[in-house]
């Protein structure tokens, strides 16, 4: 379960993303596709000399969106980002720096991904001066994000290793020193992101587990794991069915992890399910962000009671369902606030 003090009861959270601004990145260009696997520096509006300082300036409006709006459980917004996982993963040694590979994505089709020529090493901090830039400006318990190893060797080409395996638990090393540094630098949360557990569970049955454990290995502090069905709005179209179910789960309360975080509003998810992680605390999300219809707080509340027929309010986060920086920074305000006032009704009734 999670050991992060302080905390109220039922306390909210974003997963990972918030809306960057238009002045910032080209969101046209970015929702007309999947999350970039290499670098897409031709999305930022900026040029290069100051696009350090203005997403350093986007950062800081995510964290004052949040405050105002309560959130309990700050993140970065990952406004520095083109994609969660593609700033970490083309930043570690090992990866081609001339070659693009190709892999398929979850949804059957070939893309441009890191090219792995040799060992995957990390040679110093990566995201750790972000880290230290919400650390610093947030009084609240923050959190930021990482790409796991299984997905970040889902998303190569293995031009090196001998198998799979061998290359997730390079990636778990190098995810274990930069999980350390943020740690160090003040972080009260760190977030592994891991969709593909749920896109390639049978995969994932083979060794994501053990990856997980050397990502984890050492280390002290409290830490989640998101996995998802995609972003509701890229190569979907909003009102897309998901699946009703989590093919890789249960296999995690196994892990260290203290923290699941799941996709529950879109997928009309059977909170049923959370039986099946007696001893995770949940992140749960509850807004369907498929759809541009703000949820009421009555909404919001009837969720997490649902939720709470499973689950102690103990062991209970509260949070959107993942992909909120495709939506205007205005529908994404909505939508939080709703959350923290259906939130606020829920723990009314906890009294």
Not at 15 to 42: C, H
Not at 139 to 164: C, I, S
Not at 326 to 343: F, I, N
Request: charge should be negative; include cysteine; hydrophobic fraction near 40%.
């Amino acid at each position: 379960m999670s050991k992060l003090p302080g905390l109220p009861i039922l306390p909210t959270t974003i997963v990972g993303s918030y809306p960057q601004p238009d002045w910032l990145i080209d969101r046209e260009r970015l929702k007309a596709s999947l999350p970039p696997r290499v670098r897409a520096e031709t999305l930022w509006r900026i040029p290069a000399p100051w696009l350090a300082d203005a997403q350093e300036a986007a950062t800081l409006m995510a964290i004052r969106d949040q405050e105002e709006l309560g959130i309990d459980i700050i993140g970065d917004g990952e406004m520095r980002r083109e994609s969660y996982s593609n700033r970490l993963a083309t930043a570690l040694s090992g990866i081609d720096p001339d070659r693009h590979g190709t892999a398929i994505d979850r949804t059957g089709n070939a893309n441009p991904v890191p090219l792995v020529s040799g060992p995957i090493r990390r040679t110093g901090p990566i995201e750790a001066q972000d880290a230290a830039f919400l650390r610093r400006h947030s009084r609240r318990p923050v959190k930021l994000t990482l790409p796991g190893p299984f997905t970040m060797t889902q998303q190569a080409e293995n031009g090196y290793y001998p198998d799979a395996r061998a290359m997730a638990l390079d990636y778990a090393d190098a995810v274990n020193a930069e999980v350390r540094d943020l740690f160090a630098a003040g972080v009260d949360v760190v977030q592994l992101d891991e969709p593909y557990l749920q896109a390639r569970a049978d995969e994932a049955r083979h060794y994501s587990l053990e990856a997980l454990a050397r990502a984890l290995d050492g280390v002290e502090g409290t830490t989640a794991l998101h996995i998802c069905f995609g972003y509701a709005l890229v190569h979907q179209g909003a009102g897309t069915a998901k699946p009703k179910a989590y093919d890789f789960l249960a296999e995690l309360n196994q892990s260290a992890i203290d923290v699941i975080s799941i996709e529950a509003a879109q997928p009309g998810l059977d909170p049923a399910i959370l039986a099946e992680l007696p001893d995770k605390t949940i992140m749960y999300g509850v807004l369907d962000l498929s759809t541009p219809e703000v949820e009421t707080p009555e909404v919001v509340a009837a969720r997490i009671r649902d939720a709470l027929r499973y689950v102690d309010p103990e062991r209970l986060w509260i949070a959107p369902d993942c992909g909120m920086k495709y939506h205007s920074r205005e529908l994404a305000q909505a939508k939080l606030q709703a959350m923290v006032d259906g939130t606020a009704l829920a723990r009314a009734e906890l009294k």
